[in-house]
């Protein structure tokens, strides 16, 4: 099982600020089978980025991720009101698992 | 557009299985995967199954002696069940579309509350 850990565990930002959040796999994740997530109180969780680097439908260019193997990022451009959230990031190879998340707060 | 609505009772006593059922709109669940996670209150995600659009099933490890996963193509729905309950099953659960252990579509999500 390929664990997954988030950093850092709260991450405190202003408006218009970049936001830079890390997910780190205990092994390397096979074909970059990597996405992150984003949850709102009381919501569902919706998909941000899948393959490491790929948007999902509908979701706006200042979010991207990066990276392979074991490290990948999750960079937001320019914060927006609408960003503060949890993140989190999920590997989905043979036997899926999510990280613990980053909550992203406003400073 | 796709939508998931996951039903079932909210509440369930210790030792008995917990039972849902995914309701899919605007898709046919003969195509893509389909997923169950869940999250406890105030915690983090866990996987906890994917069915196939052909019925093929992978378990996470640590739940897999209680949870069975199948899909109904007649009704356009699935199901989970989860065998033997405690109070650490309590969660709201989701369901999901996507491809293998990725989802990219969420239900709402169901509390269910273990407890006697």
């Known amino acids: 099982e390929i664990v997954l850990t988030q950093s850092p565990g709260t991450l405190s930002l202003s408006p218009g600020e970049r936001a830079t959040l890390s997910c780190r796999a205990s092994?390397?994740?096979?074909?970059?089978?990597l996405a992150w997530h984003q949850q709102k109180p009381g919501q569902a969780p919706r998909l941000l980025i899948y393959?490491?680097?790929r948007r999902a439908t509908g979701i706006p260019d200042r979010f991207s991720g990066s990276g392979s193997g074991t490290d990948f990022t999750l960079t937001i451009s320019r914060l927006e009101p609408e960003d503060f959230a949890m993140y989190y990031c999920?590997?989905?190879?043979?036997?899926?698992?999510f990280g613990q998340g980053t909550r992203l707060e406003i400073k | 557009q796709v939508q998931l609505q996951e039903s079932g009772p909210g509440l369930v006593k210790p030792s008995e299985t917990l039972s849902l059922t995914c309701t899919v709109s605007?898709?046919?669940?003969?195509?893509?995967?389909w997923s169950w996670i869940r999250q406890p209150p105030g915690k983090g995600l866990e996987w906890i199954a994917y069915?196939?659009?052909?019925?093929?099933?992978n378990y996470n490890p640590s739940l897999k002696s209680r949870v069975s996963i199948s899909i109904h193509t007649s009704t356009n729905q699935f199901s989970l069940k989860l065998s033997s309950v405690t109070t650490a099953d309590t969660a709201v659960y989701y369901c999901?579309?996507?491809?293998?252990?990725?989802?990219?579509?969420w239900g709402q999500g169901t509390l269910v509350t273990v407890s006697s």
């Open positions: 999901a579309r996507g491809h293998q252990g990725l989802a990219t579509y």
């Open positions: 999920q590997q989905y190879g043979s036997s899926p698992f």
């Open positions: 393959d490491a680097s």
């Open positions: 092994q390397s994740v096979s074909s970059n089978f």
């Open positions: 605007g898709a046919s669940v003969n195509d893509y995967y």
């Open positions: 069915v196939s659009f052909n019925g093929g099933t």
